[in-house]
């Protein structure tokens, strides 16, 4: 879930923009003193920055902070509305983006979005696409690293958190999963990458040693994008790989 710090007064109307976003942002509300926002920025790490009530010369130091500092924060600027024309030269720069009175739940959850949306950059890379592979078994690992890696750039994760935690680091192409693993099986880990806006459009392909029906079926209903039964066969295994990367 992506998270969303609210700079202002801490009155009814940061309290109605919290309200607002609670369903499908993490938010966090913070005083406009600039020691409290470097403080809270640096615990809650957000995704996007609201600044409520926005005024052009006293709100100037935090504005100066975000773009000196964290320059891949957006800053969503709500105006009050007594000034509506302001901030021209700053709007201009792609990390600010404002928002005028009146403002309801659909226009800033939608304005968000966008924002957010916007302001990430395209998962396509240059060179090799990257693959992560995740297995708790060492040996699996090795293997079906050995497979792909004349063809793709492979990451190697030996948990199910371990994998949540390299993700938004690695932003691979796709996920190779293993279906049973102790602790976080790969079922949970494709759920939680399926709430999470960054990561539920990455492929992901289950691996598994079930091979009866009704097992196979089980897996099929969480709708990955493939699974492939183990020990995999490296034909099989590129093949796979290949029409997937090509959707």
């Known amino acids: 879930m992506k998270k969303v710090l609210i700079i202002g007064e801490l009155s009814s109307t940061e309290k109605n923009l919290s309200d607002y976003l609670s369903g499908e942002y993490q938010t966090q509300l913070c005083t406009r003193q600039l020691d409290n926002i470097q403080a809270m920025t640096g615990i809650l ?10 005024n052009e010369i006293s709100d100037q130091p935090i504005l100066d902070w975000f773009q000196e500092k964290h320059a891949k924060i957006p800053v969503l600027l709500i105006l009050s509305s007594k000034n509506t024309q302001g901030f021209k030269e700053l709007l ?8 005028t009175p009146p403002i309801n739940k659909t226009t800033l959850q939608s304005k968000c979005r966008q924002f957010l949306q916007k302001s990430r950059p395209a998962r396509s890379k240059p060179g090799k696409k990257k693959i ?7 040996i ?11 063809q793709y750039e492979v990451v190697l994760a030996t948990s199910g958190k371990q994998a949540l935690h390299l993700l938004p680091q690695e932003e691979p192409d796709l996920v190779l999963l293993d279906y049973e693993m102790p602790e976080m099986n790969g079922k949970e880990v494709f759920e939680t990458m399926l709430g999470d806006e960054d990561l539920k459009y990455i ?14 079926f089980s897996i ?28």
């Open 140 to 150: 699996m690992l090795r293997n079906l690293k050995k497979m792909l890696d004349s």
């Open 92 to 99: 201009e720069k792609e990390q600010f983006e404002k928002l």
């Open 132 to 138: 992560l592979i995740v297995d708790d078994t060492p």
């Open 203 to 216: 492929p992901v392909v289950f691996l598994t040693s079930v091979s009866d029906r009704k097992a196979v």
């Open 45 to 54: 790490k957000p995704d996007l920055a609201i600044l409520s009530q926005a």
């Open 220 to 247: 099929l209903q969480s709708k990955p994008a493939g699974y492939i039964l183990k020990p995999a066969d490296q034909e099989n295994l590129l093949k796979t790989v290949q029409e997937i990367l090509r959707k």
